[in-house]
């Protein structure tokens, strides 16, 4: 019985000692970055330009309604025509997990 507790106590130090590494979940992030600002709703393109500046880069229009969306690296517009109709967070990290990409 000694040897069983002594490795179940030295399984605990070192699970105690090693760094725990837990994933960031995008949705988490944006709950916390809640009052960031970034494009509301609604806001027209020159708006959403004159107040951010230039994107990183803008897609062409697809679909119908025409849907397209501006990159700013830290946070992506979706507009509808020339409306916002949202704007989400980037993942900051390889290690952020959020939504999986539309195929």
Do not use: C
Request: charged share 20%; hydrophobic share 35%; net charge neutral.
């Amino acid at each position: 019985m000694p040897r069983f507790s002594s490795f179940v106590l030295g399984l605990t130090l070192i699970s105690a000692l090693s760094p725990t590494y837990a994933d960031t979940l995008l949705i988490e992030r944006q709950e916390r970055a809640q009052g960031v600002m970034h494009p509301a709703k609604g806001m027209l393109k020159s708006q959403v330009e004159q107040q951010y500046g230039a994107p990183v880069s803008k897609s062409d229009p697809v679909g119908q309604p025409p849907i397209s969306k501006w990159d700013y690296g830290s946070f992506t517009v979706y507009f509808e025509n020339d409306h916002v109709i949202t704007s989400v967070l980037n993942k900051s990290s390889a290690r952020e997990q959020g939504p999986k990409p539309a195929q």
